[in-house]
């Protein structure tokens, strides 16, 4: 089963539309941390946000939002006014004390390809 | 930009060749990581290092050797590779060499690699 799992596998949006990631997680840990990476063509992947299961603050940076709810198990991030530079592969990762946690990597969904159209 | 650099960002080599990709990152950071990414996939997890030495090897074939010369440099010696090796070759650290699932991982740009 998967432990993280992006469901879309490609969305499409003109810019300037709203736009929300989702991400379903799956750990029997209380204590793990979720994390969104960004992936543009060039290949990098640039860390975004990373939140700890004691903190289901929501969370806002820029267009960026992230809402962390641990009842539903989702960590779901929203792009607000979107534009063509959004446009990108987007991953959702996990990390569990059970698993070794942070030095033994990170547990990717399959990512979520976003098209922002001009 | 990335702290992480890697070079080269491109190479192409033939499935008799021996190259190296290379990594640096300058952030002291105590754990760096090698990651393989196939078309359309998530980066998979390769080779840990802590502190300078190998705390995980995840059934990778011998024909990818790593090497952690000091803590700022990681390298991916690469030896008779095949086609299906073809890959986006990632390298990544993160602050603390203990395992700790609040540990941020940094990627670098990658290295396309391609085996012809």
């Known amino acids: 089963a998967q432990k993280v799992t992006q469901a879309q596998t490609e969305i499409s949006v003109v810019e300037k539309e709203d736009v929300t990631l989702d991400c379903v997680y799956e750990?029997?840990?209380?204590?793990?941390?979720l994390f969104w990476y960004k992936q543009p063509p060039s290949g990098e992947l640039v860390f975004l946000i990373r939140?700890?299961?004691?903190?289901?603050q929501n969370e806002i940076s820029g267009r960026y939002s992230w809402n962390f709810q641990k009842s539903t198990s989702s960590f779901n991030f929203t792009i607000t006014a979107s534009q063509v530079v959004d446009s990108a592969v987007y991953f959702c990762a996990l990390s569990e004390r059970s698993s070794g946690g942070g030095a033994d990597g990170l547990t990717f969904g399959k990512g979520t390809h976003l098209i922002i159209q001009p | 930009d990335t702290e992480v650099t890697q070079t080269p960002k491109h190479l192409v080599m033939g499935m008799t060749n021996k190259k190296s990709l290379k990594c640096e990152q300058h952030m002291g950071h105590r754990a760096m990581y090698w990651y393989k990414q196939k078309a359309k996939k998530p980066p998979e997890l390769m080779f840990v290092?802590?502190?300078?030495?190998?705390?995980i090897n995840e059934s990778v074939p011998s024909r990818f050797s790593p090497e952690c010369p000091n803590s700022s440099l990681l390298n991916l010696h690469l030896h008779a590779l095949q086609p299906e090796d073809s890959a986006l070759y990632l390298c990544?650290?993160?602050?603390?060499?203990?395992?700790?699932?609040?540990?941020?991982?940094?990627f670098g740009e990658g290295s396309w690699l391609t085996v012809v």
């Open positions: 990544a650290s993160s602050p603390s060499g203990q395992p700790s699932p609040g540990n941020t991982i940094y």
């Open positions: 750990t029997r840990d209380t204590t793990y941390y």
């Open positions: 939140r700890n299961s004691f903190d289901e």
């Open positions: 290092y802590s502190y300078e030495k190998l705390s």
